[in-house]
């Protein structure tokens, strides 16, 4: 699976937009992009995935630029609860139960 | 929203014990995976599931682990004897179908202390 890259770290105003980069630049085309976050060792939380297309659901939005080698998710308006480690990871997502490997991921802060 | 469910979540335990951490996967989905995490290091992924048998396992995953699905509903991880370095959160996961973009959903973790 691909190596993603993020910032170590971000802060974000409570009800702002978070914007939460990633750069996936060897990427292959069966790949997906799959963001989780990590609230204070609670299990990891699914927050979305894309291919090539941008998604959006209840939690956040997902841009994937037309080459797949970058990928932001936006948590549109930011609360005190989605301050978490964000981890954005590329991963096969056919054939036979294919894990996912963990970077450091974005420490994600929401300042009130 | 269907969950993946983890028993205990907390157990203390001496070296050399055997230790059973138990996992209730969301019903309906086909793969089943451990993963740990050591307090302030990242999530590592120990072993998945299909069929009956393990899939995938890393090198963490020595003689010392093994999982099982005793019946219908649940996923075991048992260590066999053990040692301080596995004092670990310990994460369930499933998911289900893999043409459907699989989607892999954690429980809440059980905390094991090896003392």
């Known amino acids: 699976d691909a190596k993603t890259t993020q910032p170590t770290s971000m802060d974000c105003a409570e009800g702002r937009a978070a914007n939460l980069p990633c750069n996936h630049s060897t990427i292959s085309g069966n790949e997906y992009v799959y963001w989780y976050r990590q609230i204070h060792s609670q299990g990891p939380q699914y927050i979305i995935h894309?291919?090539?297309n941008n998604e959006t659901n209840e939690m956040a939005s997902l841009i994937i630029t037309e080459d797949r080698k970058s990928s932001t998710l936006i948590l549109p308006h930011a609360t005190l609860r989605d301050t978490a480690v964000y981890y954005c990871i590329v991963r096969v997502a056919t054939g036979a139960a294919r894990q996912l490997t963990f970077g450091s991921g974005t420490q994600l802060t929401v300042l009130p | 929203e269907p969950e993946v469910t983890q028993t205990p979540s907390h157990q203390v335990t001496q070296m050399g014990q055997e230790v059973i951490l138990r996992c209730v996967p969301i019903s309906n989905h086909l793969y089943f995976y451990w993963y740990r995490q050591i307090l302030g290091q990242k999530v590592e992924f120990l072993v998945s599931?299909?069929?009956?048998?393990?899939?995938?396992k890393s090198e963490i995953f020595d003689d010392q682990f093994s999982v099982e699905r005793p019946d219908g509903s649940n996923f075991t991880l048992k260590i066999r004897s053990t040692k301080l370095e596995d004092s670990a959160m310990y994460f369930c996961a499933s998911s289900d179908h893999p043409y459907s973009g699989n989607t892999i959903y954690f429980g809440e973790g059980s905390w094991l202390t090896v003392v």
């Open positions: 894309g291919l090539k």
């Open positions: 599931f299909y069929n009956n048998e393990i899939s995938e």
